[in-house]
T-cell receptor
Framework: QKEVEQDPGPLSVPEGAIVSLNCTYS??????FMWYRQYSRKGPELLMY????GNKEDGRFTAQVDKSSKYISLFIRDSQPSDSATYLC??????????????FGDGTTLTVKP | DSGVTQTPKHLITATGQRVTLRCSPR?????VYWYQQSLDQGLQFLIQ???????AKGNILERFSAQQFPDLHSELNLSSLELGDSALYFC?????????????FGAGSRLTVL
C-alpha cells in the first residue's frame, strides 16, 4: 500500500465551481503537507503548504489538514480555466526524521470548462 | 523560470545505452532531489543529495547513479537503458533544514528509449 493515496480523477467542472481535491496518508511522521500544481508535464510548482492540522487560505485556495483522520484537502473556489492542471499532494516529516524527502500522491487532473 | 536548470530538455536514445542528465539547483539551495515521472505512475523519488553527500535513497535502480559536485550541480546517470526507463526526470532543489521541505522543480528532462 502506498504511503500517500490521492483521488485519481480526472475531474471536470464548469467554470466558477468549487473544487475539492483530497489525499489520505498512512505515515504518522508526516508533519508538513504541500500542494503542487503541474501544467501539462512541466515541472510541478508549489501552491501552498501547511504544518500539522488546521486550515490555510491563500486567495481562492484553501488547504485543510486533519491529522487525526490522516486526510488532507485542497479547495479551489470560483475555479477558472487557468486552474486546469494536475494537482499533486506531497508530505514530509521533520528534516531529521525523513531526511527531508517529500512523498507525493499520484496527482489529480482537473479540467475547468469555460 | 524556477531557477533550477535541467539539461537536456529532450533525449532520444536506444536500449542498452547510457545517458547523463544534469541539474543546477537554485542559487542558495544545498539539497538536490531526483524524481522520475512515468505516464502510468506519479512522481517517484529516486535520490537526494545534500551539500555533496547522499542523504536519502528511494526506488532507484542499480543501473542508475547520481552525484552532487562541489559547485552543487548534480548529475543522474542512467545506464543499460530499457524501454521502461522512458519518462520525465525532474530535478528539484531546496534549502533543506528543519521545516517544510518546499521543493523547487526544474522543467524536467524527457527521456525516450527506443
Amino acid at each position: 500500500q502506498k504511503e500517500v493515496e490521492q483521488d485519481p480523477g480526472p475531474l471536470s467542472v464548469p467554470e466558477g465551481a468549487i473544487v475539492s481535491l483530497n489525499c489520505t496518508y498512512s505515515n504518522s511522521a508526516f508533519q508538513y503537507f504541500m500542494w503542487y500544481r503541474q501544467y501539462s508535464r512541466k515541472g510541478p510548482e508549489l501552491l501552498m503548504y501547511t504544518y500539522s492540522s488546521g486550515n490555510k487560505e491563500d486567495g481562492r485556495f484553501t488547504a485543510q489538514v486533519d491529522k487525526s483522520s490522516k486526510y488532507i484537502s485542497l479547495f479551489i473556489r470560483d475555479s477558472q480555466p487557468s486552474d486546469s492542471a494536475t494537482y499533486l499532494c506531497a508530505m514530509s516529516g521533520l528534516y531529521n526524521t525523513n531526511a527531508g524527502k517529500s512523498t507525493f500522491g499520484d496527482g489529480t487532473t482537473l479540467t475547468v470548462k469555460p | 523560470d524556477s531557477g533550477v536548470t535541467q539539461t537536456p530538455k529532450h533525449l532520444i536514445t536506444a536500449t542498452g545505452q547510457r545517458v547523463t542528465l544534469r541539474c543546477s539547483p537554485r542559487s542558495g539551495d544545498l539539497s538536490v532531489y531526483w524524481y522520475q515521472q512515468s505516464l502510468d505512475q506519479g512522481l517517484q523519488f529516486l535520490i537526494q543529495y545534500y551539500n555533496g553527500e547522499e542523504r536519502a535513497k528511494g526506488n532507484i535502480l542499480e543501473r542508475f547513479s547520481a552525484q552532487q559536485f562541489p559547485d552543487l550541480h548534480s548529475e543522474l546517470n542512467l545506464s543499460s537503458l530499457e524501454l521502461g526507463d522512458s519518462a520525465l526526470y525532474f530535478c528539484a532543489s531546496s534549502v533543506a533544514g528543519v521545516g517544510a521541505n518546499v521543493l523547487t522543480f526544474g522543467a524536467g528532462s524527457r527521456l525516450t528509449v527506443l
